[in-house]
């Protein structure tokens, strides 16, 4: 019964104290939590203060990797209230996977999926620039 102690919380003394990273430049922020045997990542998207269409991109592909996340192992189904997505790792993955793989597995995640993102909107507004033209193309 090794349950996640920054999940469940049953003691303050076995909670650190949280650290928060804020990106001066934007939205994005990241919220380290860790206990005894546990840490929670949590971060915010920029895309979470952006246009509609790059909002709407950015939930619905965090929603299809967080149906996903038991392939992703520590990627939770649900983020903690306010996030856009979050991690749990725990004293098994740590044990099971190395430090350095998790480090940058996070590292990696965060940046496929805002490149992602982008690459998906840039696609949806070429593929209406095109539509538009052959629409109008009827008309002159």
């Given at each position: ?25 934007g ?10 045997n ?80 982008s ?22």
């Open positions: 019964h090794n349950k996640p102690e920054v999940e469940i919380q049953t003691s303050k003394e076995l909670l650190r104290e949280p650290v928060l990273i804020q990106n001066s430049n939205p994005e922020r990241c919220l380290i939590e860790s206990s005894i546990s840490v929670r990542v949590s971060y915010i998207f920029k895309f979470e203060e952006a246009d509609k269409v790059e909002k709407m991109l950015g939930k619905e592909f965090l929603g299809y990797l967080q149906k996903r996340a038991v392939d992703f192992e520590i990627l939770r189904r649900i983020p903690i209230e306010g996030h856009s997505f979050s991690f749990l790792i725990t004293n098994r993955h740590v044990d099971r996977l190395s430090k350095k793989k998790i480090i940058a597995f996070i590292t990696f995640f965060m940046i496929f999926i805002e490149s992602e993102i690459d998906l909107k840039i696609s949806i507004n070429a593929r209406g620039r095109s539509i538009a033209s052959e629409y109008m193309k009827q008309y002159s």
